[in-house]
Every structure is written in C-alpha cells, then in structure tokens.
T-cell receptor, first 116, second 112 residues
C-alpha cells in the first residue's frame, strides 16, 4: 500500500448530487495532484497544488472544485456531474521543490466514480 | 507540446518469454522519465525514474533504459504476476512544477 490514501473507493451519484472525494498523503510531500483516468485515454491532469503553484487545467469543467487545506490533504468537490464524468479519479503527491529528483509522483488507489 | 507514445498498445507473452515495451517521447529539456505499473482498478505503482540518456535501472525482472528519444522497459522471463498495464510519463519542456505527461500505456498479459 502506498502512502497516499483516497476515500471513498467507489462512488455512485446522480447528476443532481453533491459529493466530495478525499485524498491524504503520509509521505511528507509538498505537492498534490488530481487526475482523471478514462478508458483508453492517458491520465488527464486536473489540478496541481504545491508550495510553488496552484494550477488549474482550464479544460476542467467548473462542476469540479478542488480544495487543499494543507499539504497533506486534498479534496475534490463534485456537483451536477454528467455521465461522461464517470471515471477513475486518482490523487498523487510528490516531494515538490522543483528539483528533477523531486518530481516522482506517488499515487493513491483511486476513486471509481459512476454518474447516473 | 510534450508528447508520449507507448507501443505496443497490448502485448501477450508466454511465461518466460522475454520482451520489451517502448516509450517514445517529445519534450524540450527532459527532466525525468517515469515508469509505472497499474493493475486493474488500482492506482499506478511507481517503478523507475530515469534522468539522462544512457541511464539504466533494474528491479527484479524489469530493466528500464533511456535514450534521447525513447525508453525501453525490458521484461526478462516474465511471470503471470507481471501482467498489468505499464505507463510511461515525462516531465520537462516549458511546463513548470512537477507536472507529468503520460502515455496511454501498454497492457501486458503473461500466460502461464
């Protein structure tokens, strides 16, 4: 098991629901990420939080809202999702700091989301 | 724009049949190339980071190599438990921070 945990592991929600995904890292890292993984597609970076930057992928719809209260916790708030948002949502963390040897990302187990 | 292309898309091997997976990349100023293993329904598991052409790293039956244009993941005498999707990613180019660009992966199946 990695040092990155995610809850819940599975989530089924209707298009009018509001839910949140939680990620916690126990590695002492300074950067955290949300990815979306759909079948037959590369991992898609959604959001980055680090000491150096907060990056939002402009192509991510506003129905996804990230929150990073501290360097160990990351949330993804979901509201009025669409069926095409069904995917595996992965959280990752890295040491950060900009050095090339600090960029290795460690992933959590993911949340399998199904939007009905 | 950084690009990563992995081939083949899928590979079936018999137990003990060695082979290689390819990761071709286009990035200006490579900072690192990363290999991950992903089992169905789980998050990617980190395997290797390579930083410069000519570098090699090994772990059990896996060996990763890097050139200026591509990386290979060599699997020697694979076992059924090596079956997984192998992902390649790069960092570099004009992007700042620790953002990685991933390929679509190679789905490896090792039959007993």
């Amino acid at each position: 098991e990695t040092g990155v945990t995610q809850t819940p592991r599975h989530l089924v929600m209707g298009m009018t629901n509001k839910k949140s995904l939680k990620c916690e890292q126990h590695l002492g890292h300074n950067a955290m990420y949300w990815y979306k993984q759909s079948a037959k597609k590369p991992l898609e970076l959604m959001f980055v939080y680090s000491l150096e930057e907060r990056v939002e992928n402009n192509s991510v719809p506003s129905r996804f809202s990230p929150e990073c209260p501290n360097s160990s916790h990351l949330f993804l708030h979901l509201h009025t999702l669409q069926p095409e948002d069904s995917a595996l949502y992965l959280c990752a963390s890295s040491q950060g700091g900009g050095g090339s040897n600090q960029e290795t990302q460690y992933f959590g187990p993911g949340t399998r989301l199904l939007v009905l | 724009e950084d690009q990563v292309t992995q081939s083949p898309e899928a590979l079936r091997l018999q137990e003990g049949e060695s082979s290689s997976l390819n990761c071709s990349y286009t990035v200006s100023g490579l900072r690192g190339l990363f290999w991950y293993r992903q089992d169905p329904g789980k998050g990617p598991e980190f395997l290797f980071t390579l930083y410069s052409a000519g570098e090699e790293k090994e772990k059990e039956r896996l060996k990763a190599t890097l050139t200026k244009k591509e990386s290979f993941l060599h699997i020697t005498a694979p076992k059924p438990e090596d079956s997984a999707t192998y992902l390649c990613a790069v960092s570099g180019g004009e992007t700042s921070g620790s953002r990685l660009t991933f390929g679509e992966g190679t789905q490896l199946t090792v039959n007993p």
